[in-house]
């Protein structure tokens, strides 16, 4: 990932934090916190080889989707762990990816 699309993606996390994740319905919203890894717990997980790093699976979903802009990437745990990365297409469509934290598979595209 270069300089730039870490910024932006910085940017956008913070720009979306500071909407309070509005951008869920509510009942939507307390479920993903809840699920959701702090940035210490998805550290931890990532060092202990139980997920993959975040920048291996960007870079997967980056090869399905060239040139699209990485705006958010997060790890929600369960039972089978997944990272949601939202992009933008070069088209201009938001798109989240989810991809199995553990394999790198993309498993769905909403």
């Excluded at 500071?18 to 951008?23: D, I, N, T």
């Excluded at 479920?31 to 080889?49: E, F, V, W």
């Excluded at 705006?71 to 933008?88: F, M």
Aim: no cysteine; aromatic share 0%.
């Amino acid at each position: 990932m270069n300089r730039r699309n870490v910024i932006t993606a910085g940017l956008a996390a913070a720009a979306l934090a500071a909407l309070g994740g509005s951008v869920l319905a509510p009942a939507a919203n307390a479920q993903s916190l809840q699920d959701r890894l702090s940035s210490g717990q998805a550290r931890d997980a990532r060092d202990s080889g139980a997920v993959l790093p975040a920048l291996r699976v960007i870079s997967i979903v980056r090869n399905r989707h060239p040139g699209a802009q990485v705006l958010d990437a997060e790890l929600v745990r369960g039972a089978s762990p997944q990272y949601i990365i939202k992009i933008l297409t070069r088209e201009g469509r938001r798109i989240d990816v989810v991809v199995d934290a553990r394999t790198g598979r993309i498993l769905q595209e909403r």
